[in-house]
């Protein structure tokens, strides 16, 4: 099925409609594009996959007998992405995802002059809510504490989190020669399903948009500039003191002849 905004919002409205304002509060189509996915995994489970990620092979036996299967996102132990995850449907996992992003909602369009913040995005609806729901939702017990890639038993769900260099994140997101290097293999590298793309469509939209925000203020700020010398020059000519003859308004002196 095609989601689009309409569709979104009367899920969420039927299914969540504690966080239907939340939702719909969101200025970013990435954005709401992120607040979809976990409402979408409670809903229906599944397998979600960006749209910049090329698959290889089938995941089945991956997944198997595991209720959610999330990936590291970069090559810090307690990293996680939202660009590719499994789940079994109906896993309160995501309600705390959810959850999280609503506690985070007023913060969630944060902006100045209108420049939109990348940080705010990953904060309030991208990769950080799902690294801190887990670490809500599994208090980092045990060896957790020292990382997260592996297997896990976490409120008597199975967890498996792959690290990078498996699954479908082979490289770090901006390591682009390792990308080029992936796309142009000839046999796929041990341990990968797919490959994450990372093409950060969403990042240069945001990047767009900024540079035009900043054409927009640029000329509203000469503008303001040019008008400012304007009428500092108007004023200062009209306090100059007139040049030329002056003529006296009193009555003329006769001469004698």
């Not at 995850?85 to 309160?92: D, E, I, L």
């Not at 592996?150 to 498996?160: D, L, N």
């Not at 500039?225 to 020059?233: G, P, Q, V, Y």
Request: net charge neutral; with cysteine.
């Amino acid at each position: 099925m095609f989601w689009d905004n309409t569709r979104a919002e009367t899920l969420i409205q039927t299914a969540y409609p504690g966080f239907l304002a939340t939702f719909q509060s969101y200025k970013n189509n990435v954005q709401k594009g992120d607040a979809l996915r976990p409402v979408l995994m409670h809903a229906y489970g599944g397998l979600y996959l960006d749209i910049d990620v090329e698959c290889f092979s089938p995941t089945d036996e991956l997944l198997a007998s595991r209720d959610v299967v999330l990936q590291l996102e970069n090559d810090h132990p307690k990293s996680l992405n939202n660009a590719v995850m499994a789940s079994v449907p109906g896993h309160p996992f995501w309600l705390k995802v959810m959850q999280i992003m609503q506690d985070r909602g007023n913060n969630a369009n944060d902006c100045f002059l209108g420049f939109r913040d990348l940080g705010t995005v990953l904060k309030t609806t991208g990769p950080y809510t799902i690294r801190d729901a887990f670490r809500e939702f599994s208090d980092e017990a045990g060896s957790l504490k020292d990382g997260w890639a592996g297997a896990w038993t976490v409120r008597h769900s199975s967890f498996y989190i792959f690290p990078m260099g498996q699954w479908y994140e082979p490289c770090k997101w901006d390591d682009y020669k390792c990308h080029a290097r992936i796309q142009a293999a000839e046999e796929v590298p041990q341990g990968l399903v797919g490959h994450h793309i990372n093409s950060g469509a969403w990042l240069k939209d945001l990047r767009s948009h900024n540079r035009k925000l900043l054409g927009a203020w640029l000329l509203v700020g000469g503008l303001c500039f040019s008008a400012a010398i304007l009428c500092w020059r108007i004023r200062r000519k009209s306090k100059s003191p007139a040049h030329g003859f002056v003529v006296s308004s009193s009555s003329p002196t006769q001469l004698s002849a």
